[in-house]
């Protein structure tokens, strides 16, 4: 059966960082692409950056600059630092391992 838990979000000011991380467990992780979405309050979720099993990366256009996604296939863990946060990057973080599998969110929210 596949698992994965997220940690690290949390309460950050504007211009702030937070890391998250997300260990998947029951799964040929190293195989797969791996992503992290996010959904706001009232909005659909979205994708934020997605990481090929050979570490190539791409990500939204509005946390590109700001946001690295990477891995460590060793540990089946998925990381996402986020850098210069802004308020608008308020929402429930998830990761997503192909074809169907969730983390249970974490939150992370920036404000002053």
């Known amino acids: 059966q596949v698992q994965l838990v997220e940690s690290g979000g949390g309460l950050v000011q504007p211009g702030g960082s937070l890391r998250l991380s997300c260990a998947a467990s029951g799964s040929s992780f190293r195989f797969n692409f791996m992503a992290w979405y996010r959904q706001a309050p009232g909005k659909q979720r979205e994708l934020v950056a997605v990481?090929?099993?050979?570490?190539?990366?791409n990500y939204a256009d509005s946390v590109k600059g700001r946001f690295t996604i990477s891995r460590d296939n060793a540990k089946n863990t998925v990381f996402l630092q986020m850098n210069s946060l802004k308020p608008e990057d308020t929402a429930v973080y998830y990761c997503?391992?192909?074809?169907?599998?969730w983390g249970q969110g974490t939150q992370v929210t920036v404000s002053s």
């Open positions: 997503f391992l192909p074809p169907k599998y």
């Open positions: 990481i090929t099993s050979s570490g190539s990366a």
